[in-house]
């Protein structure tokens, strides 16, 4: 049973630092959110049980010179968690027998593109252990995080689908109903939120920036929403093949984490601690801080989406409330599993 006064904190904490209104939320929010590891929260918070959103929370500025609340359609780049995304890209050719994990992955770069050894196998560049920023390093041995091996998945889904990135994933989002998400710069499209990043104890406007321009590894603009469509999507079985689904939701590296070593499949973090399955991903760019978690066994999602990029030399205070709101999730979800 939760206290009021732990609801109380825990609402409290959501709200710390910002000065537009804030969304109530649609039922009691989950226990366990630690007000010690906050700090000023800009953003949007949603947990959903299935397709319906049981707790949303908005607060912040979409735009601060007019004084534009943060609500819960607002868009937001989310980063890294675009990798999940360029995985399920990749593993659809895949299943379509177009592509072999095991293949060397300069077979289907373009000719004269990057000069990836032969011992580089796609697999590799999924699950971060291609060692390509690794001086030295052997393929498969270590997970070695890279942003450019998944620009360069990118490559390869638009060599193997003959169609830019930009327009493969538009495919797969409309297939998904997700209406509000685009890889960021795709024509007629609105953008994000108005970004600003943590520096000298201030926040700058971010007007562009270059992290956002590379599709693949993390320029993808999505909402809260979607993103619950998307989990929906991706581990409802509509995306992959069974066989496709379980090469990305098997670990096969190890990552070291805030959270401790997790798992780490294609495009995803896994995570078994507590008994609790767990996939998830996170984001941190110029302008924006994203997380986006998925636990099967209830079909429970949280999405955390920032547009602002808190100090970088603290990570630990820069995903606070994402990660309190996420122990808080687990925390009910352990509750849930108490006889």
Known sequence: MVSSRRLMRLLAVLALGACAPA????????????????????????????????????????????????????????????????????????????????????????????????????????????????????????????????????????????????????????ACGMTRTAVFGAAGDAGPVAGFEEADGRLVPVERAPEWEHGASAGIVSTAGDLVRWNRCLHGGRVLSAAGYAAMTTASAARPHRWGTLGYGFGLQLSSEDGIVEFSHGGYVPGFVATLAYYPASGRTLVVLENVSWRADDMARAFAPHDALREAVRSELRGRARP
């Open 23 to 174: 969304a109530r939320s649609r039922q009691p929010a989950f226990a366990g959110f630690d007000p010690a590891a906050a700090r000023p929260f800009s953003g949007v918070a949603v947990v959903a049980q299935g397709d319906d959103v049981v707790y949303s929370h908005a607060s912040g500025y979409a735009d601060r010179d007019r004084s534009v609340p943060l609500t819960a359609d607002s868009r937001f780049v989310v980063g890294s968690v675009a990798k999940q995304v360029t995985a399920a890209l990749l593993m659809q050719q895949v299943d379509g027998g177009r592509i072999d994990l095991d293949a060397p992955a300069a077979r289907y770069l373009p000719p004269g593109g990057a000069p990836l050894a032969p011992a580089v196998k796609v697999r590799h560049l999924l699950d971060h252990t291609s060692a390509i920023e690794t001086p030295g390093g052997q393929p498969g041995r270590a997970f070695a995080y890279s942003n450019r091996g998944y620009d360069l998945l990118g490559e390869i889904v638009e060599r193997v689908t003959g169609a830019p990135f930009g327009a493969a994933a538009a495919r797969l989002f409309r």
